[in-house]
């Protein structure tokens, strides 16, 4: 059973930073691909940046310059450092993680960048 946990959300003023963590338990190989979505109010969810198994990252054209994906294998956790962010940040992000033809996701945590 792979279970996600994400932490490191909350409110920060526009222009602020913070970072996500998602760490997996279970019978996980120590290389997989994993990535954080987001979705705001109305909105579909949507990729934000994802990590290879082999060290690719991929960001949406909206994050890039301003997020960074990093990954520890040792621990199996993600992160996503997110700087000089903007209203329409706003959302809830979500952890994934692609294996075996499945994908898992973890619980979500709230992210509100407001003044």
């Known amino acids: 059973q792979v279970q996600l946990v994400e932490s490191g959300g909350g409110l920060v003023q526009p222009g602020g930073s913070l970072r996500l963590s998602c760490t997996a338990s279970?019978?996980?190989?120590?290389?997989?691909?994993m990535g954080w979505y987001r979705q705001a109010p109305g909105k579909q969810r949507e990729l934000v940046s994802r990590?290879?198994?082999?060290?690719?990252?991929d960001y949406t054209d909206s994050v890039k310059g301003r997020f960074t994906i990093s990954t520890d294998n040792a621990k199996k956790t993600v992160y996503l450092q997110m700087s000089s962010l903007k209203a329409e940040d706003t959302a809830v992000y979500y952890c994934?993680?692609?294996?075996?033809?499945?994908?898992?996701w973890g619980q979500g945590t709230q992210v509100t960048v407001a003044a």
């Open positions: 994934n993680m692609e294996l075996l033809a499945m994908s898992y």
């Open positions: 279970g019978n996980i190989p120590r290389r997989t691909a």
């Open positions: 990590s290879g198994r082999f060290g690719t990252k």
